[in-house]
């Protein structure tokens, strides 16, 4: 019996069967990129719990104060961002309380861990040199004096957030090709790259004014049309207007903890809405 002839593909099924699989691709692809960001979210909430856990540790051990981020200037009754040695010193204080490294560099110019706790897996800053870490404090809780009595309400204050991306661009503070690792004086070291908390208080050393620091009151943000308007929110992820094409990192907002270790995902515009309705002071308008 002679062999049957085999019938190979023609053009027009080969052009099918390839058109099938790009179209499924196309189908997956979001799918996974979806699943991938939202177990990166996951992780993210995680690492910004165990940071609040471990301050309310660090609460119990020193008399209720907070770790410090940045040091009152005693000329002008402001806080200022002292540099990488405030920023330091602030992760180590934790540290102990999380056995995780700190984040950018150490003393001797090395990279730390990127996977540490002080990192969000999304941070599309992560890898770059001398970053600390993804995360934004609440000033008004580590950027000045401040004991856990004074918050009025824990589960109601945000303690971090997300920092914006690009961030040597945001704060105007350019990362040196080679890090200054044998030179402690060099610029960088003191510049805002390493200011690890918003500021959301009045520039006036007056401590009458209603939005100077020791009130607790956050200033009003840029989303509203109040006179005294400060762009101190343009640090948090997805809202600094100098980046072309700014977009969230996550889907549904910004992540925010909080003073009593929860971690919700919300849009900033839930956290400020105006004087008085708002998530940032630690103290409230209005007696209650």
């Known amino acids: 019996?002679?062999?049957?002839?085999?019938?190979?593909?023609?053009?027009?099924?080969?052009?099918?069967?390839?058109?099938?699989?790009?179209?499924?691709?196309?189908?997956?692809?979001?799918?996974?990129?979806?699943a991938r960001r939202t177990a990166q979210g996951a992780v993210c909430m995680s690492n910004m719990r165990q940071i609040a856990i471990a301050t309310a540790g660090y609460n119990n051990d020193h008399r209720e104060r907070f770790p410090r981020t940045m040091l009152v200037d005693p000329?002008?009754?402001?806080?200022?961002?002292?540099?990488?040695?405030?920023?330091?010193s602030y992760q180590r204080a934790l540290e102990a309380y999380m056995d995780t490294p700190t984040g950018g560099v150490d003393r001797g110019g090395r990279e730390t861990s990127r996977s540490s706790v002080w990192f969000d897996p999304a941070d599309p800053d992560r890898l770059e040199p001398a970053m600390w870490g993804s995360f934004s404090d609440n000033g008004l809780i580590t950027?000045?004096?401040?004991?856990?009595s004074e918050i009025w309400s824990p589960s109601g204050v945000v303690y971090q957030t997300l920092r914006e991306k690009q961030w040597s661009l945001v704060v105007d503070a350019p990362?040196?090709?080679?890090?200054?690792?044998?030179n402690p004086d060099d610029p960088f070291w003191a510049s805002d790259f390493f200011d690890l908390c918003l500021d959301p208080w009045s520039?006036?050393?007056?401590?009458?004014?209603?939005?100077?620091?020791?009130?607790?009151?956050?200033?009003?943000?840029?989303?509203?049309d109040h006179p005294d308007r400060d762009e101190w929110?343009?640090?948090?992820?997805?809202?600094?207007p100098l980046i072309p094409g700014?977009?969230?990192?996550?889907?549904g907002g910004q992540f925010y903890s909080f003073i009593d270790a929860s971690v919700r995902l919300m849009p900033f515009e839930e956290t400020y809405?105006?004087?008085?309705?708002?998530m940032w002071s630690i103290r409230p308008w209005t007696p209650r």
């Open 246 to 251: 700014n977009a969230l990192r996550y889907r």
């Open 203 to 224: 520039e006036s050393p007056d401590p009458s004014d209603p939005y100077h620091w020791s009130r607790g009151r956050a200033i009003p943000a840029s989303n509203t």
């Open 75 to 88: 000329d002008t009754g402001l806080p200022e961002t002292i540099g990488w040695w405030e920023l330091d």
């Open 233 to 240: 929110d343009e640090e948090i992820d997805g809202r600094s």
């Open 175 to 182: 990362v040196p090709p080679t890090l200054p690792v044998d």
């Open 1 to 34: 019996m002679p062999a049957r002839p085999s019938r190979a593909f023609t053009l027009i099924e080969l052009l099918v069967v390839i058109a099938v699989i790009a179209l499924l691709i196309g189908i997956l692809l979001p799918a996974l990129g979806s």
């Open 143 to 148: 950027g000045v004096p401040r004991r856990l």
């Open 273 to 278: 809405r105006r004087p008085g309705a708002d």
